[in-house]
């Protein structure tokens, strides 16, 4: 394990983040980040390359620990390992990405927003890229037509109208609103809920795991974003396109289809026109 204290008792955050040949410097930044929060935070970082030096330089007020698979776990399996270890022990689980910074009050910020809404089961915050442009990660319930046409044909006029209702863009972003899909790159859970859906579903390796689970999380709680608060997302995936990366992307489609339906899904479509019906768009 890396230097830090150990990880006992019950903390108010526990975070979990997967390195698959992360720099050791982006995990030793967010550890500092998350070292300086009010409320008491955990982390555990999952290995799945087995890549980072044993001697991380961590805080020493963090309580942290260092999970070593032997394999490449993907996300959704590699955090299942970490939301196990805080089960019974923390208030809230954070389960975020490497390549994220933000403000040192932003997890004060979130634990006091949800302590404040009891009916809150899943919080993200408002997410920019590095440049200050707003990342739309607020989304419906994905159809395979808008998802295909969004990996597959992404300059076309079509797919982009597809798009571009399915992340709202034509919706503010600027208040407190209720959506069935945020995205895991930082997703505050309410332990409660996290335990009701037990975690990711483990068929998934990598992508759709975050849609998969926060609709699952929708189904039982209010699954908001909240713009009072803003963390940076660098969203290193979009420039790691790669034949493999597809092959992931439409393995992840498939099974999550599979698992909720193709042409037909009657919640989905309730689910949509309810988070159209409730959000107020730009003039």
């Known amino acids: 394990m890396p230097d830090g204290k150990s990880l006992d008792g019950v903390v108010d955050v526990w975070c979990s983040v997967v390195a ?21 935070v955990a982390l555990t970082i999952v290995d799945n390359a087995g890549t980072l030096p044993d001697a991380l330089r961590l805080p020493d007020g963090l309580m942290v620990e260092r999970l070593l698979p032997g394999r490449n776990l993907g996300y959704g ?40 809404r009891p009916t809150a089961g899943l919080v993200m915050p408002m997410v920019r890229y590095p ?39 034509d919706w503010s972003y600027d208040e407190i609103a ?39 999380l929708h189904m039982v ?26 092959v992931y992307a439409l393995t992840s489609l498939t099974q999550y289809f599979g698992k909720w339906g193709w042409v037909l899904d009657a919640e989905r479509d309730r689910i949509n026109q309810q988070t159209v019906a409730s959000i107020r768009y730009k003039n």
């Open 20 to 40: 698959y040949k992360t720099p050791a410097e982006e995990i030793e930044r967010l550890a500092a980040t998350l070292a300086h929060a009010r409320v008491t």
């Open 77 to 116: 399996r590699a955090h299942n390992l970490a939301i196990t270890q805080s089960r019974g022990r923390c208030r809230y689980h954070l389960v975020l990405n490497s390549d994220i910074e933000f403000n040192t009050t932003v997890i004060d910020a979130l634990v006091d927003f949800m302590d404040s």
């Open 131 to 169: 440049d200050g442009e707003l990342q739309h990660l607020c989304r419906l319930l994905p159809n395979p037509i808008t998802l295909i046409g969004r990996r597959f044909f992404g300059s076309t006029q079509w797919a982009q109208r597809l798009n571009d209702r399915y992340e709202l863009h």
């Open 178 to 216: 209720s959506f069935p899909f945020l995205s895991g790159c930082f997703m505050f859970i309410r332990r409660t809920d996290l335990d009701k859906v037990e975690g990711f579903d483990p068929r998934f390796f990598l992508y759709a795991e975050d849609l998969d689970l926060s609709r699952r």
């Open 221 to 246: 709680a209010e699954t908001l974003f909240y713009p009072d608060v803003s963390i940076t997302h660098e969203y290193r995936s979009l420039k790691r396109r790669s034949l493999r990366q597809w």
